[in-house]
């Protein structure tokens, strides 16, 4: 099989908004994973929608358009800057996928992802990378921050990031965003539940149709 050829990222001039000092950041229309190693780097560090002013060293958010092909993991994943994303985004997965099958490639059971943050499309990635299934991981996050709001211990607009498996016993952890910014949670189970009621719904019936594996679904997901 030929090897897949590399998009080149493209450098647009970012202004500072701290300082006006111009500069100049890459994006990534299209990122292939198995291609792409700088990309994926920027993208499993957090970085890819990231500048950082060369003048006065603030940190610059630039969001773009971006379609990852997790050729891994069999996903195509879009961050999308267009209006009614979750209208346009499933129809530009869709075509991402067809032009796949086009090729004579097999497309059955590939994930199809839309992110509406950047931070979630990072996150999505990671979560891929560790070998984790993603929606499972917004079921642990659901159920994790009920429990955390019962105790008082986050606020309603606290957000959990995944962050990264625990060594010491697998389980994983993530980030509390919010009034305690860079809390880290420990959660040394819940996972394989969470995983098993996600394989047990897509015996039962169809989740290909969803593209919004988040927050909002895992609510209306889980009783």
Not at 82 to 88: I, M, W, Y
Not at 125 to 138: K, L
Request: charged content about 25%; aromatic content about 8%.
């Amino acid at each position: 099989m030929a090897q897949a050829k590399t998009i080149q990222p493209r450098s647009i001039q970012v202004k500072c908004p701290s300082c006006s000092h111009p500069g100049f950041v890459e994006v990534w229309p299209i990122i292939t994973s198995t291609t792409d190693e700088r990309a994926m780097e920027l993208v499993l560090n957090g970085r890819l929608f990231e500048h950082v002013c060369p003048a006065c060293g603030k940190k610059v958010a630039v969001a773009y358009d971006c379609l990852l092909h997790d050729v891994e993991h069999r996903a195509f994943l879009l961050y999308t800057t267009k209006e009614n994303p979750e209208v346009t985004g499933p129809h530009r997965l869709m075509d991402a996928r067809d032009a796949l099958r086009a090729k004579g490639q097999n497309v059955d059971n590939y994930q199809l992802r839309l992110a509406l943050t950047t931070f979630e499309f990072c996150e999505k990635v990671r979560i891929w990378h560790d070998g984790y299934d993603d929606r499972a991981i917004e079921l642990m996050k659901v159920a994790i921050k009920r429990g955390m709001l019962k105790e008082g211990i986050i606020g309603a607009r606290d957000v959990l990031i995944y962050e990264r498996t625990i060594e010491e016993n697998g389980g994983v952890s993530f980030v509390v965003v919010g009034e305690i910014p860079g809390d880290v949670v420990g959660v040394p189970q819940g996972y394989d539940y969470c995983k098993r009621i996600i394989d047990e719904a897509d015996k039962g019936f169809d989740l290909v149709g969803e593209y919004r594996f988040g927050a909002a679904w895992a609510n209306a997901y889980l009783p």
